[in-house]
């Protein structure tokens, strides 16, 4: 891995414990946390500047790329250095704690470039992971406009031709396309679930609206496909057990960094705000809100990490709709409970509040979102068989 200090396992001994996640198991892992914490500072200094342009972090992108990280995740037997879920996760909430866009644009990148390393082995090999280790940028086109949360189930049927398939449709909220130079996309053949890569050209085009409330630097755009090619060699096998499942593990922690800024934020403006001659802090009602929002997020995130940690031993990735849940309520209840302890002065533009608020409310929009996971927990603690895709669908 370049730019990281690597110490040799005979070196290793016995580490404190990290912030939001058990120590390190590896001297790769430890020194990996480590350099992320010394990189975080910059990355929190330019996340609202990043927020009020709309603009990608692509220097934070190209110094973690720089210093190993995406490496870092990418499976051994594709020349990576084979991390797990859960030092992934811990990684990706340090992120999003310091800029929750910088960490959802990251989490798509790993997403879809390990993810087309892992489908097309069969058909190209490790084209796609050589791609992904020398620094091109990928990007997930698996939403589309009319499917709602069915990202995996698309209804856009693509149209055999010489050499392929053609899309002609849209794919929406694909973070970081415009710095992509390979996508994740997904169509229906014959009414059956598809993966392509595919590598932009002039049938592939933004569609300009991009002005949303939060996660404003993701800049997630609307992207058209017109009689796009979807070539033959560039189709995936369907995703096998044991795959890393890099955007499951990575949303529910989006979300707890998320809440854990806005819980620092809190804390912050309660200790120095002076009410009557005390500290806000020292008000009751302030330490019982902090409370519960504290033990919240720790329960969230002990969920979650125990949900990585179980896909690890090859387990199910089942819980990772549960954390995900889970984080999504905790990160808006801790923004907005922020907001109640800043007062007006958290509305002002140049407090960090008022974008906590904004971001947090984005994980429970993106897929799955809270409405649909609560249907299905819901469903499977009632003993309810889930609906069909076409019951699904009306």
């Known amino acids: 891995m370049k730019g990281c200090l690597i110490v040799s396992d005979d070196v290793f001994a016995a580490r404190a414990v990290e912030p939001h996640g058990p120590a390190p198991q590896t001297p790769r892992e430890y020194d990996l946390i480590e350099c992320l914490s010394s990189l975080l500072p910059g990355f929190e200094a330019e996340a609202s500047g990043h927020d009020k342009r709309a603009s990608l972090p692509v220097d ?25 879920h859960a030092p992934f996760g811990q990684m990706v909430r340090m992120l999003a704690a310091a800029d929750p866009a910088l960490a959802t644009v990251w989490v798509m990148h790993v997403g879809a470039g390990i993810g087309l390393a892992q489908l097309t082995r069969r058909t190209l090999g490790t084209w796609y992971a050589d791609a992904f280790l020398h620094g091109e940028r990928f990007a997930n086109a698996l939403s589309e406009p009319a499917s709602g949360n069915s990202f995996l189930n698309p209804q856009q049927e693509a149209t055999p031709v010489e050499g392929g398939y053609v899309l002609t449709g849209a794919k929406r909220f694909v973070s970081g396309s415009e710095i992509a130079q390979h996508l994740l996309v997904n169509v229906a053949i014959n009414g059956v679930p598809a993966f392509f890569g595919v590598e932009p050209d002039e049938s592939v085009s933004i569609i300009p609206i991009w002005d949303t409330l939060g996660l404003r630097g993701t800049r997630s755009q609307l992207l058209s496909f017109d009689n796009t090619l979807l070539r033959t060699d560039r189709r995936g096998d369907a995703p096998e057990p044991g795959h890393i499942n890099a955007i499951g593990a990575g949303l529910p922690n989006i979300s707890l960094g998320i809440a854990d800024a806005a819980l620092a934020a809190a804390v912050r403006h309660a200790r120095t705000r002076i009410i009557k001659g005390q500290p806000l802090a020292h008000q009751q009602w302030v330490q019982y809100e902090i409370a519960t929002i504290h033990s919240g997020i720790e329960a969230a995130g002990a969920y979650t990490r125990q949900a990585l940690s179980q896909a690890d031993l090859g387990r199910s990735h089942d819980a990772f709709g549960p954390a995900k849940l889970l984080a999504n309520r905790i990160a808006v209840d801790a923004a907005q409970l922020a907001v109640r302890i800043g007062g007006a002065s958290g509305f002002l533009r140049s407090s960090p509040i008022q974008r906590h608020l904004r971001d947090a409310q984005a994980g429970q929009l993106m897929a799955y979102s809270t409405e649909v996971l609560s249907g299905v927990i819901g469903r499977q603690v009632l003993g309810i068989e889930e609906p069909s895709a076409a019951e699904a669908e009306t």
Request: aromatic share 8%; glycine share 24%; hydrophobic share 45%.
């Open 60 to 84: 934070a992108l190209h110094a973690l790329h720089e210093h190993g990280f995406d490496a870092a995740m990418l499976p051994r037997d594709l020349g990576g250095g084979g991390f797990g």
